[in-house]
């Protein structure tokens, strides 16, 4: 499994991005397209990945159809470096990626009042950034958690 | 919902292309084929319906932690689980 960051956000004065979190650098034009929508965003299919300095060590996920929903993503490798990604076997056929194609994983970052914080490695998004096309996985898996704890306490 | 009695090896037809046949008929479950076009997702109602409930709330994340949860993570690199022995 290969997992690669994603660039360094863009010099000042380039394309600015929406998101929950505040207008941050990234080029909208830069579309991830989910070949299934996430599950209870289910008319929401374009999403564009976005970085701060700020955000960092998280990267922002956002979507750009209704309701544009803002999510923080981060590489589940430095969350859990012992993380092992599962493609189902049809995995690399729909994302269209050859077997040397890298592929970016990404897992949903939840932050609750206070600063406790969770990522969801049940249900990692992968990229194939070649191709532009992306999902979540879904199946009934339960190796990992839904709400792996970040971060100490 | 649309309720249908159906009973072994009989199917119902969604839409254009999607089936849904009663394979085998248990004591406590019920096996069911499902045909369906590639890009039509399946899923387990219940698992479905768990990876919604968490992806809503990541997306509720509390904006105001976000800042210095980040903050915090980059002066300390990321507490890494014990490798096993």
């Known amino acids: 499994m290969t997992s690669i960051l994603p660039l360094p956000p863009e010099p000042a004065g380039a394309a600015i991005v929406e998101t929950r979190f505040g207008p941050l650098p990234g080029d909208p034009r830069q579309v991830v397209l989910m070949l299934d ?11 564009v990945l976005v970085s701060s300095a700020d955000l960092d060590p998280f990267t922002c996920l ?20 012992t993380f ?23 897992t949903l970052v939840r932050v609750e009042e206070g600063g406790q914080a969770s990522v969801n490695l049940r249900a990692p998004v992968v990229v194939n950034a070649r ?3 992306g999902m979540q996985l879904i199946s009934p898996d339960t190796t990992y958690s839904i709400e792996h704890p970040l971060g100490s306490a | 919902m649309l309720v249908f009695t159906r009973k072994r090896d009989e199917a ?4 254009d292309g999607i089936e849904i046949r009663v394979i085998r008929i248990g004591r406590d479950s019920v096996r069911i084929g499902i045909t369906a076009p590639k890009d039509v997702p399946v899923h387990r109602h219940e698992i479905y319906a768990l990876i919604c409930a968490a992806n809503l709330s990541a997306a509720a994340s509390h904006k105001a932690s976000v800042e210095s949860l980040a903050k915090r993570l980059r002066a ?5 689980a014990k490798p096993t022995p």
């Open chain 2, 12 to 15: 119902i037809v969604i839409g």
């Open chain 1, 131 to 133: 191709r532009m096309i």
């Open chain 2, 76 to 80: 300390v690199p990321i507490e890494r």
């Open chain 1, 37 to 47: 929508p996430l599950p209870g965003f289910e008319s929401c299919r374009r999403y």
């Open chain 1, 84 to 106: 092992q990604a599962v493609l189902p076997a049809d995995g690399r056929r729909r994302l269209e990626a050859d077997d040397d194609d890298p592929l970016l994983w990404l």
């Open chain 1, 62 to 81: 956002q979507g750009l159809d209704e309701p544009r929903p803002s999510f923080l993503v981060i590489d589940p490798l430095v969350v859990e470096p």
